[in-house]
């Protein structure tokens, strides 16, 4: 069985370069360009076995949503990746204490190190 990774992040350009690498390396790819349209989507779709998570979006911000995930009985135990553009160890420390399971920031990472960070999670 395919695993199914949900991307939400508000930049189409992100989403669409994580989407074709994700699916390049043979995961199931849902996209969301908000919080609030992510959180929509987990009440209407299966759940995914990944969440890659941007931090800066309008309306509900990926901290807020990282709180809610993580605090649903439905969604806690799925694997979230914080990849964003905020990459002081603050925004790293505060991400990971709302439960996120890694923290990638935009400025640093690469596909190779993000695949292997959703390959490490699963």
Known sequence: ????????????DV???LEYNLKKAGYQVVTAPSGLNAMWGLEE???P???LLDLMMPTLDGYELCRYL????DFK???VIIVSAKGSREDIE???ALGANR?????SFTIESLLKEVRDVL
């Not at 923290?103 to 400025?107: A, F, G, H, I, V």
């Open 77 to 79: 135990d799925v694997p």
């Open 70 to 73: 993580k605090s649903s009985d």
């Open 1 to 12: 069985m395919t695993q199914k990774i949900l991307v939400i992040d508000d930049d189409p």
């Open 94 to 96: 505060k991400g990971l």
């Open 45 to 47: 779709d299966a759940r």
């Open 15 to 17: 989403l669409e370069l």
């Open 103 to 107: 923290y990638l920031p935009k400025s």
């Open 49 to 51: 076995d990944v969440i």
